[in-house]
């Protein structure tokens, strides 16, 4: 039975073959667009690679203070006092790290001036994000002990910097400092990771930053495992209310929050100054986003299907003459419809590889790695299969429900 | 074996209601040609359909082996259609995108059968109806009366108890409707029950029964008619 369906479904595509080329493009267009955001989506905020630990860190950007009686309020990025002396010794965590917000340095080579992005940082930020290494080493406590001038370069700056030359050993001055170059490490595009160079923090012009609690930094807090994230985002914001200030006139009440990256996206959208950071109604918005954006494609081909299937009511008469029941005409009709769905998902799924490596090898998001996982295929495939299913079925049970005599007159 | 009581079927539209049948009673034996004759729209085919149950009576009851069908669900009249039934329509019916063996084998795969064995049957259906050459042709491919041959085929690999045909030499020459006559008349008289509606008094004499229908009603032009009618 399954040949003679197969065969039948065959033929009906053949037949037909500019219907069928715009029920296939409408798929892929539609799996390509789906798979490319799943991707990017899933790469943002449950990266592998080099922030692969992502789902038992914790990462703060935002620090508010304000004051109960005065009013005063201010709102910005943490500094190092605050990590330091808050953050840092927080009991049952593997590490807290600091590093500076990357900063645009220009670079001096004989001829030419290029600008870079430099991000200071501490020795566990290393220990927390997972850069490949390709040559040399990355920055280690001595480095920062003794406030070596040494870099670590991602591969992209050291080929711009070094062209055809090793890079580890060689000294360039970036913003009135000169460094050697220790190691170089993979490209990445993730927040926490993104610069093209990285140099202890104790090598900043100034130590002033030892002293402020609002300042240009960023933390992170890995777990030692992921389900003590919960008590450590407790113990966050029970921290938050021990900081003391340098002038309790200005400001007595401390607010910050332990994130996930897509908490910390949503926070940020959502502006959200609560310990809810809003997660939950931007992967709703999301979700209902991607259903209206599939429901289109999804209408479009049931409309499309509707028409094949009544130009079809015939061989649905003659079928259910000799015996077919609703059933099996509808599994038929919807098994029709599948396949038409999973060749357009085969060939989404490639498109979509196709698109991700012209994003990656285009530039247009920097230092970007994404791949076409297994969840991404998986959503690809389920995606594929709802269509499917929403798009055949429908038409599909009303034509069998037709006694034999008015389908073969075509009477839907 | 196919009984109908009472039975009336009456077509809706929104604005007209059009009686097609007005209580219909009938009775179709094993081994009996049934010709169902009359004028052009009224009923026969509804007649045809009903016993065949192809649509349903808006009134009175259909019998088949004893049994009325209405209370049947959708699986089981879909397999009393398959065992009991093959249809021979006047325009065929076939479907054009599959090849002819192919179309003969469609009853069968409503059956728990091996490939190899519908297969079988399929060939053997269409030797019978002489089209053993033709197997791997489409239907677009062939003339009006082999198409007709080829439902025939279609209509009897099941081995039906009943096989209804709808003005089955309607879209024929006279000499190929002859021939599919001839095959019909042959099914019968090796135990096939045939069931057929026509306008050609020529063909409906050869038959051994023949049912008139006017305006929705039964008629009997013959008394053999009326008292077997009434047996």
């Known amino acids: 039975m399954i040949r003679n369906y197969l065969l039948t479904a065959w033929k009906v595509f053949m037949r037909r073959k500019l219907f069928t080329a715009i029920n296939l493009a409408c798929i892929v267009l539609t799996l390509i667009v789906l798979m490319v955001v799943t991707a990017l989506l899933q790469n943002a905020f449950f990266p592998t690679g080099v922030e692969g630990k992502s789902e038992r860190f914790v990462q703060m950007i935002m620090f508010q203070s304000s004051h109960t009686e005065k009013g005063g309020r201010r709102s910005g990025t943490l500094g190092y006092k605050l990590i330091e002396q808050y953050l840092k010794p927080m009991k049952g965590v593997e590490a807290v790290s600091a590093s500076a917000f990357p900063e645009s340095v220009s670079v001096y080579q004989q001829d030419r001036v290029s600008e870079l992005l430099l991000r200071r940082t501490d020795t566990e930020y290393w220990h927390i994000l997972d850069f490949k290494v390709l040559a040399g080493r990355v920055l280690n406590a001595d480095d920062l002990a003794q406030g070596r001038f040494v870099t670590v370069l991602n591969q992209t700056t050291a080929r711009k910097l070094f062209p055809g030359q090793a890079a580890v050993g060689q000294k360039f001055s970036a913003g009135g400092q000169t460094f050697t170059v220790v190691g170089v490490v993979e490209d990445a595009m993730q927040l926490n990771a993104f610069a093209d160079a990285w140099a202890p923090i104790t090598t900043l012009p100034s130590t002033e930053y030892k002293d402020k609690l609002f300042g240009q930094f960023t933390a992170m807090i890995l777990a030692r495992r992921a389900s003590d994230l919960p008590a450590i985002k407790q113990d966050i914001m029970r921290i938050a209310k021990t900081v003391q200030y340098d002038d309790p006139n200005t400001f007595n009440v401390a607010r910050f929050w332990g994130d996930s990256k897509l908490e910390l996206f949503s926070r940020t959208l959502m502006m959200s100054e609560t310990e809810d950071s809003g997660a939950a109604k931007v992967v709703a918005v999301i979700v209902v986003l991607m259903l209206l954006f599939m429901a289109l494609p999804a209408l479009n081909l049931i409309n499309l299907n509707v028409g094949r299937i009544m130009e079809r009511s015939s061989e649905i008469g003659v079928r259910k003459a000799f015996g077919a029941t609703s059933r099996q005409l509808v599994a038929q009709l919807v098994l029709e419809n599948v396949l038409l769905c999973l060749a357009g998902g085969a060939l989404g799924l490639l498109g979509a590889a196709g698109a991700l490596a012209w994003l990656e090898s285009s530039g247009l998001i920097p230092y970007l790695k994404v791949d076409l996982n297994l969840p991404v295929f998986a959503y690809g495939l389920l995606i594929t299969l709802v269509f499917g299913v929403l798009s055949g079925v429908v038409p599909a049970w009303k034509m069998s429900r037709l006694d034999p005599v008015h389908a073969l007159k075509g009477n839907a | ?231």
Do not use: W
């Open chain 2, 1 to 231: 074996m196919i009984r109908l009581q009472n039975v009336s079927k009456t077509y809706r539209t929104d604005k007209v209601e059009t009686l097609a049948l007005k209580a219909i009673d009938l009775h179709v034996r094993p081994r009996e040609f049934v010709c169902i004759m009359g004028p052009s729209g009224c009923g026969k085919s509804t007649l045809l359909n009903l016993i065949g149950l192809m649509d349903r009576p808006g009134s009175g009851t259909i019998l088949v082996n004893g049994a009325p069908v209405s209370s049947y669900q959708d699986k089981h009249v879909a397999r009393l259609r398959n065992d009991t039934f093959g249809f021979i329509f006047q325009s065929f019916h076939l479907i054009n995108d599959l090849r002819v063996i192919d179309n003969v084998e469609l009853p069968l795969l409503y059956r728990s059968m091996s490939s190899s064995e519908r297969r079988s049957r399929a060939r053997a259906a269409l030797e019978k109806v002489g089209l053993g050459a033709r197997m791997d042709h489409y239907p677009n491919q062939l003339s009006g009366g082999q198409q007709q041959r080829v439902a025939i085929a279609r209509a009897i690999v099941g081995e039906p108890k009943i096989l209804l045909a709808d003005e089955p030499t309607g879209n024929l020459d006279s000499k190929m409707g002859e021939e599919v006559m001839d095959l019909l008349l042959q099914l019968n008289a090796e135990g096939t029950t045939v069931v057929m509606v026509t306008h050609d008094e020529r063909e409906a004499r050869r038959a051994g029964r023949i049912v008139r229908v006017f305006d929705g009603q039964l008629v009997y032009a013959d008394a053999h008619a009326e008292a077997a009618e009434a047996a």
